[in-house]
Nanobody
Framework: QVQLVESGGGLVQFGGSLRLSCVVS??????????MAWFRQAPGKEREGVAC????????YYGDSVKGRFTISRADGKNTVYLQMNSLKPEDTAVYYC???????????????????WGKGTLDTVSA
């Protein structure tokens, strides 16, 4: 069974930074073969694609609302992906999820439909 565990969320002030981590584990699932994405969902809003990374060549894509402020990266040799979030705004407040599966394609738009493996999410709150 594939498991994704996010960490690093919390409360931060406007303009601050947070770094999220997502560790993937599971029998016969090697993240290096696939792609990983971060999504977020704010109260009352639809889930939004934030960023994704393609493990084969480290190619990345970002949603318009976070471009230039967030950076997705991977840890070499580990089933771990990070999301560095800088210049945070109150509108970035949301539950952040990492997700992947064997068929996910990292491209724009970053869609979440049909993804099989999700973390439980981590709440990030940005105060004004």
């Amino acid at each position: 069974q594939v498991q994704l565990v996010e960490s690093g969320g919390g409360l931060v002030q406007f303009g601050g930074s947070l770094r999220l981590s997502c560790v993937v584990s599971g029998f016969e699932f090697t993240l290096a073969h696939y792609a990983m994405a971060w999504f977020r969902q704010a109260p009352g809003k639809e889930r939004e694609g934030v960023a994704c990374i393609r493990m084969s060549d480290n190619n990345t894509y970002y949603g318009d609302s976070v471009k230039g402020r967030f950076t997705i990266s991977r840890a070499d040799g580990k089933n771990t992906v990070y999301l560095q979030m800088n210049s945070l705004k109150p509108e970035d407040t949301a539950v952040y999820y990492c997700a992947t599966d064997e068929t996910f394609v990292c491209r724009l738009p970053i869609h979440y439909y049909g993804l099989d493996y999700w973390g439980k999410g981590t709440l990030d709150t940005v105060s004004a």
